[in-house]
């Protein structure tokens, strides 16, 4: 079973939550460079402010930040037996610093969710009602799903190319999208 994975996908395509089924399945750490720096948000810390502005604007934080951030949580040792990469890498330039990361521990699989982009600005409206996140505004949700297009989409090719991607339908019940994505898994 794939034990180093990166999880892709629309913003509101779910790959959060099925980042932490999978996480608890396989019995490894979610790496969530989204959910790192809303925790240094929270904290008011020194990156926290830093990042501040680009995520309430639903921009990308800079490369050299957000590599930074991953490289120190990849150093700690509780990603030795796997890890879920959920948000990193976001472009071309991370993947190739991820690579670098991972010299002598390569990736084993790409998962994308693929969702239609409709459902996904309803589906992140209703979360914006629920977490009430900073960047959940229609507008900011829109830029957000444009960025993904732009910066990460091609990402799927990328992964494509190299022979690591696993495309999962992540439309209907969360429950099957995980059925759906741990089948995937075991039969890479
Ligand atoms: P997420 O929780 O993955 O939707 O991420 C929320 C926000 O955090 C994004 O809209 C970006 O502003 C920022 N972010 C998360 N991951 C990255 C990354 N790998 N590179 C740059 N910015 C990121």
Redesign the pocket.
Known sequence: MSRRLVVLGA?GAGK?TQAARISEHLGIPTI????L?RSHMAARDELGTL?AG??DA????P?EV?TRMVAERLAEPDVVEGFIL?????NLA?AEQLDVMLADRPLDAVVEFVVDTEAVVERLLRRAEIEGRS?DTADVIRH?IE?YHENTAPLVDHYRGRGLLLEVDAMGQIDDVTERTLAALENA
């Open positions: 913003p959060g969530s460079t989204g959910a720096f990042v680009y995520i639903g921009n990308l934080v490369d957000t959920d948000g990193y890498p976001r991370q960047d957000r960025v």
